[in-house]
């Protein structure tokens, strides 16, 4: 069951351009966490913003939670060839006995020299 | 830093094999995920486990189970490998609580012959 839908699916920008991804999810939520994985490997945590912040923001990333809409955005600013990989939108679920989280299907980011 | 190792990076497997999946975290982590990753499909949760000999169903279980005797240690294993289990695994741990930020191992590529 997913939770958290990126939009878009893949994106394509020039190195030296801002690249924005948008996570759409469907019930409330605690928090909601960027994750970036490279090609073949696993995911690396990005940044997390609870339910009662708007924006935060670290080196180059910031992001956005618009609890009433129940969408988040992440904005990477000044895209780097490095930063070409999947961004994954997670959000925390009861699931039982312990909190998980569920992600999102992810974005694939491309960077164009 | 944290650190969560995979055992194998690579297998391949021949139908019918019980395979083992083995991931052990250094953090002293109480939550320990088995997730598989499939084009299109993002992360699904297999199983994971709250606490030493604790587990619980995510959402498609079925055709694999876990075992952890130990907490840094968190075992996927699959009874009966069939074809349709080939994909990428990844293990993740976090600590028990509210901002529940996955470390994630490097993810092992299973193919299933």
């Known amino acids: 069951s997913q939770q958290g839908e990126e939009d878009p699916q893949a994106l394509s920008i020039q190195e030296g351009e801002n690249a924005t991804m948008n996570c759409s999810y469907k019930t409330s939520i605690n928090n909601l966490q960027w994750y970036r994985q490279n090609s073949g490997r696993g995911l690396v945590h990005l940044i997390l913003?609870?339910?009662?912040?708007r924006e935060k923001h670290s080196g180059r990333l910031r992001v956005t939670l618009d609890t009433s809409k129940k969408s988040s955005s992440l904005l990477i600013t000044a895209s780097r060839a490095a930063d070409t990989a999947s961004y994954f939108c997670?959000?925390?679920?009861?699931?039982?006995?312990?909190?998980?989280?569920?992600f999102g299907s992810g974005t694939r980011l491309s960077i164009r020299p | 830093d944290v650190k969560v190792t995979q055992s194998s990076r690579y297998l391949v497997k021949r139908t019918g094999e019980k395979v083992f999946l083995e991931c052990v975290q250094d953090?002293?982590?109480?939550?320990m995920f088995w997730y598989r990753q499939d084009p299109g499909l993002g992360l699904r949760l297999i199983y994971f486990?709250?606490?030493?000999?604790?587990?619980e169903k995510g959402d498609i279980p079925e055709g694999y189970s876990v075992s952890r005797e130990k907490k840094e240690r968190f075992s996927l294993i699959l009874e009966s490998a069939s074809t349709n289990q080939t994909s990428m695994y990844l293990c993740?741990?976090?600590?028990?609580?509210?901002?529940?930020?996955?470390?994630f191992g490097p993810g092992t590529r299973l193919t299933v012959l």
């Open positions: 953090m002293d982590h109480e939550n």
């Open positions: 997670a959000t925390d679920a009861w699931y039982s006995s312990a909190s998980k989280i569920i």
């Open positions: 993740a741990s976090s600590f028990r609580g509210y901002y529940n930020e996955q470390f």
């Open positions: 486990s709250y606490d030493v000999k604790m587990k």
């Open positions: 913003i609870r339910s009662n912040e």
